[in-house]
């Protein structure tokens, strides 16, 4: 069993750019698809990015195209989430997990859940 922790969340004012980090423990991940979701009040946890075991090949969500880069160190069993020009919009809680397939994009295809870290952007 692997855990996971976020961390990097905050504040930023719209326009600016943030990073998080997922850590895991427990088990090596080097050769798990990993993805980050992220949950908005009232809304559904809906996913936002993936990469595969490698690191090469990465896949987003259309509204963070261009804006999110996803990024791992299996050095590290850490997974990251660059985030830049941030919107409003990208307020939500943001969750790290372990995926049980290639590029998977529903929850149910994710195990291994992060307990989330907020990033909240002003206007």
């Known amino acids: 069993q692997v855990q996971l922790v976020e961390s990097g969340g905050g504040l930023v004012q719209a326009g600016g750019s943030l990073g998080l980090s997922c850590a895991a423990s427990g088990r090596t991940f080097s050769g798990d698809p990993m993805g980050w979701f992220r949950q908005a009040p009232g809304k559904e946890r809906a996913f936002v990015a993936a990469?595969?075991?490698?690191?090469?090949?990465?896949y987003y969500t259309t509204s963070v195209k261009g804006r999110f880069t996803i990024s791992r160190d299996n050095a590290k069993g850490t997974v990251y989430l660059q985030m830049n020009n941030l919107k409003p919009e990208d307020t939500a809680v943001y969750y790290c997990?372990?995926?049980?397939?290639?590029?998977?994009?529903?929850?149910?295809?994710?195990?291994?859940w992060g307990q989330g870290t907020q990033v909240t952007v002003s206007s």
């Open positions: 997990a372990v995926a049980t397939g290639f590029l998977r994009t529903a929850v149910r295809d994710y195990a291994s």
């Open positions: 990469i595969s075991g490698s690191g090469d090949v990465t």
